[in-house]
């Protein structure tokens, strides 16, 4: 069965007054824009309609999903976050290819998580093929995007 992953108690989530003082990070891979980028506005929408100032919300584009995990470290060194979220697409395919990248996302982001200092969100989807991931940006199965400001609102407010 599947169900739409963008489905969340709002309840669970702090009040504006102290989102409005956050500050977020979205990093967005341009491959598979058609993908990532939906996905990345969802995540904008849904910190700014629990009250996240947009002004609060740094977006930076890398040009693939390996470089997520840069992105994300640079973007910790350099700025005082409450959050990160990385925003991928893998399609697999023919090639091994498929395997590397999602590994390489995986292990990093996993590595920069581990350091403690910020939570990095992983919404990074990881598809068979193109359906899926349409599925997963706005589709049938809600937007990945969307859960990821969820959780990120979450652990940056444990």
Not at 14 to 36: C, F, H, K, M
Not at 135 to 155: F, V, W
């Amino acid at each position: 069965m599947t169900t739409d992953l963008s489905k969340y108690d709002a309840n669970q989530l702090p009040n504006a007054d102290v989102l409005g003082r956050q500050r977020y990070a979205i990093i967005v891979a341009d491959w598979n824009s058609e993908i990532t980028y939906p996905m990345a506005q969802g995540a904008v929408d849904t910190l700014v309609k629990h009250g996240v100032p947009e002004e609060n919300i740094d977006i930076m584009h890398v040009p693939g999903t390996v470089e997520l995990t840069y992105g994300a470290a640079r973007i910790m060194r350099e700025e005082r976050m409450d959050a990160v979220i990385v925003i991928g697409c893998v399609i697999q395919g023919e090639t091994p290819h498929f395997d590397y990248v999602c590994q390489s996302v995986t292990q990093g982001v996993a590595a920069l998580n581990a350091q403690g200092k910020v939570p990095v969100i992983f919404s990074v989807l990881t598809v068979l093929n193109q359906q899926q991931a349409l599925d997963r940006c706005g589709g049938k199965l809600g937007n990945k995007g969307i859960e990821g400001a969820y959780t990120a609102i979450r652990m940056a407010n444990l």
